[in-house]
């Protein structure tokens, strides 16, 4: 069993929601390809999902996973007190998006339990906050998780409103149950 910590409590649990998502996006790949007919192909069903979302004023689909992997490999890289890899956000189809989250997982298996473990104390500062900070714990907490799972609830959300078969079991992806 894994002691609670700061990295057990966000790192570990983003690393299974991305590896979760690329499932997820299997399954809208399979979705968009069953739509396909002669005049529209998959391509077209994708990326009207990619470019989807729930309300006019919100980012679509593929922004959310976008968000999704930025929150937590620049997450990650403030709790750790580096520098984190910059992605573009030029990705049009879901094996690209797939890709962007692979890439994402593989940036936080870098970070060890020892670079975020113990450093709740440690500042985080982020462009917009005008000068302020908050703890590496507050920032966790308060901030990089709810906008993490946030954006995760989001996409979920317009892949369901479009009628992808992922439900509750998709989305949190198994559990570690034990006998």
Not at 37 to 52: G, I, M, Q, V, W
Not at 65 to 87: M, V, W
Not at 118 to 128: N, S
Not at 129 to 153: M, Q, R, S
């Amino acid at each position: 069993m894994q002691e609670a910590n700061l990295y057990t409590m966000t790192i570990v649990p983003m690393r299974k929601t991305l590896e979760t998502f690329v499932r997820i996006l299997e399954k809208a790949q399979a979705h968009a390809a069953a739509h396909a007919t002669k005049h529209r192909p998959a391509s077209y069903f994708e990326n009207a999902l990619l470019h989807d979302s729930i309300i006019f004023d919100q980012f679509p689909f593929v922004m959310q996973i976008q968000r999704i992997s930025d929150n937590a490999k620049n997450g990650a890289a403030r709790l750790a007190g580096i520098e984190a890899p910059s992605f573009e956000d030029s990705e049009k189809t879901f094996d690209e998006l797939k890709t962007r989250l692979q890439m994402t997982v593989a940036y936080l298996d870098t970070i060890k339990e020892a670079d975020v473990a113990g450093h709740e104390g440690r500042k985080v500062v982020l462009p917009y906050w005008d000068g302020k900070h908050v703890t590496a714990f507050e920032y966790a907490t308060e901030y990089l998780l709810p906008n993490f799972y946030f954006h995760a609830v989001t996409a979920y959300s317009i892949l369901r409103k479009n009628g992808v078969k992922i439900g509750k079991d998709d989305y949190i992806g198994g559990l570690p149950l034990k006998a």
